[in-house]
């Protein structure tokens, strides 16, 4: 498997705007450094079980550059290589800009439980203001849960029991061996023999 920061890729294949951080230092283990590993413990996979290239986003709900990304970007990115089977892109909370991040991203997988990961998911980013002024607080992630149909009374003691904090703390604690400083990081993950295949063929 190969892994590259997404500004290589882009000008290999994708030819839209990402804004990234580089990994620093990842972790030389290359038994650490696989597919299945990286995309466990994270969001749902959006797209196909067997997809050529995997996309593994570090990110925080309270980042305006994971913002931009979510809004200009993965739309595209989902058009193009997701809905077409080529690419897969799984979440990894990475969260460092405030005590909502943390609740936001417990919340994206109360949300899961109900089958409704992604919908929240982009709930959350569509509504992201300023950092921690109140639009990701236990309130409002409770009207988004509301707004999206989701039982109120499960997602509640979902977030009451804290049942995902160990969950998001570890996603954090994997962006740290990985190398992940900020938001968003991106690991790419490629077949062995990609690189000498036709990135035209993409």
Not at 24 to 32: F, I, K, S, T
Not at 78 to 85: A, E, L, N, S, V
Not at 178 to 185: A, D, E, Y
Request: with cysteine; proline share 3%.
């Amino acid at each position: 498997m190969y892994f590259i920061s997404i500004p290589i890729v882009v000008g290999m294949i994708l030819g839209i705007y990402v804004v990234s951080d580089l990994v620093e230092d990842p972790v030389n283990d290359q038994a650490l450094l696989t597919n299945e590993y990286l995309t466990n413990n994270g969001s749902p996979k959006n797209g196909f079980d067997d997809a050529v290239i995997s996309i593994v986003e570090f990110g925080d709900y309270q980042c305006t550059f994971c913002y931009k990304f979510h809004q200009n970007t993965l739309n595209a990115i989902k058009i193009q290589y997701i809905d077409t089977g080529k690419v897969s892109f799984v979440y990894r909370d990475f969260p460092l800009n405030g005590r909502d991040s943390i609740l936001a991203a417990e919340a994206s997988y109360c949300a899961d439980d109900q089958d409704m990961y992604w919908s929240y998911h982009f709930m959350l980013f569509n509504m992201q203001k300023e950092i921690d002024d109140g639009w990701a607080d236990r309130e409002s992630l409770n009207s988004y849960a509301f707004n999206l149909g989701l039982d109120l009374d499960e997602f509640r003691e979902c977030m009451d029991s804290s049942k995902y904090q160990d969950r998001v703390q570890s996603n954090y604690d994997e962006g740290v061996t990985q190398g992940v400083i900020s938001t968003p990081t991106f690991l790419i993950i490629l077949p062995s023999n990609f690189i000498s295949s036709d990135p035209g063929s993409m």
